[in-house]
């Protein structure tokens, strides 16, 4: 049975003060339990500079000290960077896993009705040699799909530029994904676009803007987004 193909994950700070990602992270935990496994990633959080140069070392990445520019800012927020490197441990770990098939989700998404059912359909039906299939598009970013690409129904070419909320990754994806890394000078930019934007030799896919969504987004106060500031690391 596919359901015993796959994983996942939830990107959560365990010592998070905000109830309801905490009630809903427990609520998303129990729900998908009962179809797939948990891999039990360890989200990993950016206090200082220190705290970057310990992982970076690890997974044996580099990020550009200039970032990249936002809004007329450059740097990076301490909060994209520990978005980036649980991610990166993520897949790592999918690597080491049993598993053929991992999902991942924020800590404000919401599983809609038959979710499980829906992404077992996507897997069933998408090319053999997809990489990352985004199972969430922002309505933002619906207008940028382009009606002539279509792999399948379902599943088209990735369209939008931002949003992790959730996506799945194949085993071969995921080490496409750390191969890219490995080739990349300097990682400049924060993991949505990098993945969505930059990665031409992967095929990602994402949904058609028609599809049934398996899954939706709380939309809640960003844990760091307008709390950090930006700023070129030393």
């Known amino acids: 049975m596919i359901r015993r ?3 996942f994950g939830v990107f959560h700070l365990r010592e998070s003060k905000d109830l309801y990602r905490n009630l809903n992270v427990e609520k998303l935990k129990n729900l998908m339990s009962g179809v797939w496994v948990d891999l039990q990633i360890d989200t990993k ?3 200082e500079e220190s705290d970057l140069r310990r992982y970076s070392e690890i997974l044996q ?3 550009s000290k200039l970032g990249y520019e936002y809004e007329g800012e450059r740097g990076w927020k ?3 960077l520990s978005i980036w490197i649980g991610h990166v441990f993520s897949w790592k770990r999918f690597l080491e896993s049993r ?3 991992l999902i991942l989700f924020e800590d404000d998404a919401i599983l809609e009705d038959n979710f499980a059912g829906l992404i077992h359909e996507f897997l069933l039906t998408a090319p053999k040699d997809w990489d990352v299939i985004s199972l969430f598009t922002p309505e933002t970013e619906i207008y940028k799909h382009k009606t002539l690409q279509s792999f399948h129904e379902n599943l088209v070419p ?6 992790c909320l959730s996506y799945m990754v194949s085993k071969k994806g995921a080490e496409n994904l750390l191969s890219s890394l490995l080739h990349q000078n300097e990682i400049d930019l924060p993991i949505d676009w990098y993945l969505w934007r930059n990665i031409p030799r992967l095929r990602i896919l994402a949904l058609h803007p028609d599809t049934l969504r398996p899954i939706n987004l709380k939309f809640v106060e960003s844990t760091f987004q307008q709390k950090q500031a ?5």
């Not at 930006?230 to 030393?234: A, M, V």
């Open 158 to 163: 990735v369209y939008q530029d931002w949003s």
């Open 5 to 7: 193909k796959i994983a």
């Open 230 to 234: 930006r700023k070129i690391l030393n």
């Open 99 to 101: 598993f053929e098939y």
């Open 45 to 47: 959080e950016i206090i």
């Open 61 to 63: 990445i580099k990020f």
């Open 78 to 80: 301490f909060g994209e």
